[in-house]
T-cell receptor, first 115, second 114 residues
Framework: AQSVTQLDSQVPVFEEAPVELRCNYSSSVSVYLFWYVQYPNQGLQLLLK??????LVKGINGFEAEFNKSQTSFHLRKPSVHISDTAEYFCAVSGTTSGTYKYIFGTGTRLKVLA | DSGVTQTPKHLITATGQRVTLRCSPR?????VYWYQQSLDQGLQFLIQ???????AKGNILERFSAQQFPDLHSELNLSSLELGDSALYFC?????????????FGEGSRLTVL
Protein backbone atom coordinates (compact mmCIF):
# COMPACT_ATOMS: atom_id res chain seq x y z
CA ALA A 1 0.00 0.00 0.00
CA GLN A 2 1.18 3.51 -0.69
CA SER A 3 2.12 5.93 2.05
CA VAL A 4 3.48 9.43 2.38
CA THR A 5 5.96 10.71 4.94
CA GLN A 6 6.50 14.37 5.58
CA LEU A 7 9.62 14.50 7.66
CA ASP A 8 9.10 17.90 9.27
CA SER A 9 5.98 18.80 11.19
CA GLN A 10 6.99 22.46 11.49
CA VAL A 11 9.45 24.60 9.56
CA PRO A 12 10.20 28.16 10.69
CA VAL A 13 12.00 30.34 8.16
CA PHE A 14 12.73 34.03 7.82
CA GLU A 15 11.10 36.10 5.12
CA GLU A 16 13.00 36.10 1.78
CA ALA A 17 14.96 32.99 2.78
CA PRO A 18 14.71 29.76 0.74
CA VAL A 19 12.74 26.81 2.04
CA GLU A 20 12.49 23.10 1.32
CA LEU A 21 9.66 20.94 2.62
CA ARG A 22 10.45 17.26 2.45
CA CYS A 23 8.21 14.46 1.25
CA ASN A 24 8.94 10.79 0.75
CA TYR A 25 6.52 8.24 -0.55
CA SER A 26 6.29 4.51 -0.85
CA SER A 27 4.36 2.64 -3.45
CA SER A 28 4.82 -0.52 -5.41
CA VAL A 29 3.45 0.91 -8.64
CA SER A 30 3.41 4.10 -10.66
CA VAL A 31 2.18 7.07 -8.72
CA TYR A 32 0.98 10.58 -9.19
CA LEU A 33 2.36 13.14 -6.73
CA PHE A 34 0.87 16.37 -5.47
CA TRP A 35 1.48 19.25 -3.08
CA TYR A 36 -1.47 21.06 -1.55
CA VAL A 37 -1.61 24.13 0.69
CA GLN A 38 -4.11 24.83 3.45
CA TYR A 39 -4.55 28.36 4.77
CA PRO A 40 -6.24 28.83 8.16
CA ASN A 41 -9.95 27.96 8.19
CA GLN A 42 -9.91 26.90 4.56
CA GLY A 43 -9.88 23.70 2.56
CA LEU A 44 -6.83 22.46 0.71
CA GLN A 45 -5.87 23.82 -2.70
CA LEU A 46 -3.45 22.43 -5.26
CA LEU A 47 0.04 23.93 -5.53
CA LEU A 48 1.49 21.58 -8.13
CA LYS A 49 1.39 18.02 -9.42
CA UNK A 50 3.61 15.45 -11.06
CA UNK A 51 1.93 13.01 -13.41
CA UNK A 52 4.73 12.14 -15.84
CA UNK A 53 7.46 13.75 -17.95
CA UNK A 54 9.86 16.36 -16.61
CA UNK A 55 10.86 15.66 -13.04
CA LEU A 56 10.95 19.36 -12.14
CA VAL A 57 7.45 20.68 -11.69
CA LYS A 58 6.56 24.32 -11.29
CA GLY A 59 3.45 25.41 -9.44
CA ILE A 60 1.64 28.48 -8.28
CA ASN A 61 3.07 31.21 -6.03
CA GLY A 62 6.69 30.47 -7.07
CA PHE A 63 6.81 26.94 -5.66
CA GLU A 64 8.46 24.04 -7.45
CA ALA A 65 9.08 20.38 -6.66
CA GLU A 66 11.37 17.70 -7.98
CA PHE A 67 10.37 14.09 -8.46
CA ASN A 68 13.19 11.71 -7.60
CA LYS A 69 12.23 8.14 -8.35
CA SER A 70 15.39 6.53 -6.99
CA GLN A 71 14.98 8.29 -3.65
CA THR A 72 11.17 8.12 -3.75
CA SER A 73 11.02 11.79 -2.87
CA PHE A 74 9.04 14.81 -4.00
CA HIS A 75 10.43 17.76 -2.07
CA LEU A 76 8.83 21.20 -2.34
CA ARG A 77 11.02 24.29 -2.68
CA LYS A 78 10.71 28.03 -2.90
CA PRO A 79 13.76 30.28 -3.37
CA SER A 80 12.36 33.22 -1.40
CA VAL A 81 9.37 32.98 0.93
CA HIS A 82 6.89 35.68 1.92
CA ILE A 83 4.88 36.16 5.08
CA SER A 84 1.80 35.16 3.06
CA ASP A 85 3.28 31.68 2.51
CA THR A 86 2.60 30.86 6.16
CA ALA A 87 0.28 27.87 5.93
CA GLU A 88 0.18 24.09 6.21
CA TYR A 89 1.51 22.11 3.27
CA PHE A 90 0.47 18.58 2.41
CA CYS A 91 2.17 16.12 0.13
CA ALA A 92 -0.13 13.55 -1.48
CA VAL A 93 0.29 10.42 -3.55
CA SER A 94 -2.25 8.74 -5.73
CA GLY A 95 -1.53 5.23 -6.84
CA THR A 96 -3.22 1.96 -7.40
CA THR A 97 -3.09 -1.42 -5.84
CA SER A 98 -5.37 -4.09 -7.25
CA GLY A 99 -6.85 -1.54 -9.62
CA THR A 100 -8.14 0.72 -6.87
CA TYR A 101 -6.70 4.23 -6.68
CA LYS A 102 -6.32 5.83 -3.27
CA TYR A 103 -5.42 9.46 -2.80
CA ILE A 104 -3.30 9.54 0.37
CA PHE A 105 -2.02 12.63 2.17
CA GLY A 106 0.94 13.09 4.46
CA THR A 107 0.55 14.51 7.95
CA GLY A 108 1.42 18.01 6.81
CA THR A 109 4.22 20.51 7.40
CA ARG A 110 3.39 23.81 9.04
CA LEU A 111 5.45 26.55 7.41
CA LYS A 112 5.90 29.63 9.57
CA VAL A 113 7.49 32.60 7.84
CA LEU A 114 9.05 35.06 10.26
CA ALA A 115 9.53 38.77 9.65
CA ASP B 1 -14.24 29.39 -4.03
CA SER B 2 -13.55 25.77 -5.02
CA GLY B 3 -17.12 25.08 -6.08
CA VAL B 4 -17.50 22.30 -3.49
CA THR B 5 -20.15 22.98 -0.86
CA GLN B 6 -20.26 21.31 2.52
CA THR B 7 -22.98 21.61 5.14
CA PRO B 8 -23.15 22.18 8.01
CA LYS B 9 -19.98 24.18 8.65
CA HIS B 10 -20.13 23.53 12.37
CA LEU B 11 -21.90 20.87 14.37
CA ILE B 12 -21.91 20.20 18.10
CA THR B 13 -23.49 17.03 19.40
CA ALA B 14 -23.28 14.52 22.21
CA THR B 15 -21.71 11.10 22.47
CA GLY B 16 -23.90 8.32 21.14
CA GLN B 17 -25.68 10.55 18.65
CA ARG B 18 -25.81 10.33 14.87
CA VAL B 19 -25.06 13.10 12.37
CA THR B 20 -25.11 13.49 8.61
CA LEU B 21 -22.64 15.64 6.70
CA ARG B 22 -23.52 16.73 3.20
CA CYS B 23 -21.34 17.52 0.21
CA SER B 24 -22.18 18.97 -3.19
CA PRO B 25 -19.32 18.49 -5.65
CA ARG B 26 -18.24 20.92 -8.34
CA UNK B 27 -20.45 20.94 -11.36
CA UNK B 28 -19.35 18.13 -13.67
CA UNK B 29 -17.23 16.28 -11.12
CA UNK B 30 -18.20 12.64 -10.74
CA UNK B 31 -15.78 11.64 -7.96
CA VAL B 32 -16.32 12.53 -4.33
CA TYR B 33 -13.77 11.87 -1.60
CA TRP B 34 -14.23 12.13 2.17
CA TYR B 35 -11.37 12.90 4.56
CA GLN B 36 -11.12 13.31 8.32
CA GLN B 37 -8.63 15.86 9.64
CA SER B 38 -7.62 15.75 13.26
CA LEU B 39 -4.65 17.27 15.07
CA ASP B 40 -3.01 13.98 15.94
CA GLN B 41 -3.66 12.02 12.75
CA GLY B 42 -3.49 14.51 9.92
CA LEU B 43 -5.70 14.06 6.88
CA GLN B 44 -7.11 10.53 6.82
CA PHE B 45 -8.75 9.17 3.68
CA LEU B 46 -12.15 7.69 4.47
CA ILE B 47 -13.89 6.76 1.24
CA GLN B 48 -14.32 7.64 -2.45
CA UNK B 49 -17.35 7.44 -4.71
CA UNK B 50 -17.48 7.73 -8.47
CA UNK B 51 -20.78 8.33 -10.21
CA UNK B 52 -22.74 6.73 -7.42
CA UNK B 53 -20.53 3.73 -6.81
CA UNK B 54 -18.01 3.15 -4.06
CA UNK B 55 -14.56 3.23 -5.67
CA ALA B 56 -12.04 3.08 -2.83
CA LYS B 57 -12.13 2.68 0.89
CA GLY B 58 -9.68 3.95 3.48
CA ASN B 59 -9.68 4.01 7.25
CA ILE B 60 -13.42 4.36 7.62
CA LEU B 61 -14.93 3.02 10.82
CA GLU B 62 -17.88 0.64 10.70
CA ARG B 63 -19.91 3.28 12.56
CA PHE B 64 -19.46 5.56 9.55
CA SER B 65 -21.13 5.15 6.19
CA ALA B 66 -21.43 7.19 3.05
CA GLN B 67 -23.28 7.26 -0.21
CA GLN B 68 -23.43 9.26 -3.41
CA PHE B 69 -26.82 10.03 -4.85
CA PRO B 70 -27.94 10.22 -8.50
CA ASP B 71 -27.56 14.00 -8.47
CA LEU B 72 -23.93 13.34 -7.38
CA HIS B 73 -24.16 14.92 -3.96
CA SER B 74 -22.78 12.78 -1.18
CA GLU B 75 -23.57 12.25 2.48
CA LEU B 76 -21.34 10.95 5.25
CA ASN B 77 -23.24 9.41 8.15
CA LEU B 78 -21.52 9.15 11.52
CA SER B 79 -23.28 7.15 14.22
CA SER B 80 -22.72 6.16 17.85
CA LEU B 81 -20.45 9.16 18.08
CA GLU B 82 -17.47 9.13 20.42
CA LEU B 83 -15.34 11.98 21.72
CA GLY B 84 -12.55 10.90 19.37
CA ASP B 85 -14.74 11.53 16.35
CA SER B 86 -14.37 15.26 16.91
CA ALA B 87 -12.56 16.49 13.81
CA LEU B 88 -12.81 18.48 10.63
CA TYR B 89 -14.42 16.45 7.86
CA PHE B 90 -13.55 17.44 4.31
CA CYS B 91 -15.22 16.54 1.10
CA UNK B 92 -13.33 16.85 -2.17
CA UNK B 93 -14.36 16.30 -5.74
CA UNK B 94 -12.58 15.47 -8.95
CA UNK B 95 -13.59 15.04 -12.54
CA UNK B 96 -11.65 11.78 -12.88
CA UNK B 97 -11.85 8.56 -10.95
CA UNK B 98 -8.37 7.21 -11.28
CA UNK B 99 -6.32 9.54 -9.17
CA UNK B 100 -4.49 11.67 -11.73
CA UNK B 101 -6.62 14.71 -11.27
CA UNK B 102 -6.69 17.64 -8.90
CA UNK B 103 -8.95 17.39 -5.87
CA UNK B 104 -11.11 20.40 -5.13
CA PHE B 105 -11.87 20.70 -1.43
CA GLY B 106 -14.79 22.15 0.40
CA GLU B 107 -14.25 24.27 3.50
CA GLY B 108 -15.05 21.36 5.77
CA SER B 109 -17.57 20.48 8.45
CA ARG B 110 -16.23 20.85 11.97
CA LEU B 111 -17.76 18.23 14.26
CA THR B 112 -17.49 18.58 18.02
CA VAL B 113 -18.66 15.66 20.13
CA LEU B 114 -19.22 16.50 23.81
Amino acid sequence: AQSVTQLDSQVPVFEEAPVELRCNYSSSVSVYLFWYVQYPNQGLQLLLKYLSGSTLVKGINGFEAEFNKSQTSFHLRKPSVHISDTAEYFCAVSGTTSGTYKYIFGTGTRLKVLA
Amino acid sequence: DSGVTQTPKHLITATGQRVTLRCSPRSGDLSVYWYQQSLDQGLQFLIQYYNGEERAKGNILERFSAQQFPDLHSELNLSSLELGDSALYFCASSVVSRGAGELFFGEGSRLTVL
